[in-house]
């Protein structure tokens, strides 16, 4: 059994950085696309962020986190990052990575996810 662990996550303030992390254990890790996705309370899973795991290509973003966040994966770690830059208080939400096989936008393109990590960004 593949599980995806993040971690990362914490308070912060406006304008400041953090990185979120997701290692996947178990058997070998094998998976198409990994992305990002944040959920704040009340509002729907929202997706962040998507990379091809085998090379790294085809990087894509919401139009909410341009600019400012970065999506990278290091395969020898079986780890996908998430640079969080130039952070605001409308990013504090819970954060989750998932695994899927298309490169996809929605919740339900992804089959495989972690417990999510709290990101809170203070004004």
């Known amino acids: 059994q593949v599980l995806l662990v993040e971690s990362g996550g914490g308070l912060v303030q406006a304008g400041g950085s953090l990185r979120l992390s997701c290692a996947a254990s178990?058997?070998?890790?094998?998976?198409?696309?990994m992305a990002w996705f944040r959920q704040a309370p009340g509002k729907e899973r929202e997706f962040i962020a998507r990379?091809?795991?085998?090379?790294?290509?085809?990087?894509y973003y919401s139009n909410s986190v341009k600019g400012r966040f970065t999506i990278s994966r290091d395969i020898a770690k079986n780890t996908v990052y998430l640079q969080m830059n130039s952070l605001k208080p409308e990013d504090t939400a819970v954060y989750y990575c998932?695994?899927?096989?298309?490169?996809?936008?929605?919740?339900?393109?992804?089959?495989?996810w972690g417990q999510g990590t709290q990101v809170t960004v203070s004004s």
């Open positions: 998932a695994a899927g096989s298309i490169l996809g936008f929605l919740p339900q393109s992804y089959d495989l």
């Open positions: 178990g058997r070998t890790f094998s998976r198409g696309v």
């Open positions: 990379i091809r795991w085998s090379d790294g290509s085809n990087t």
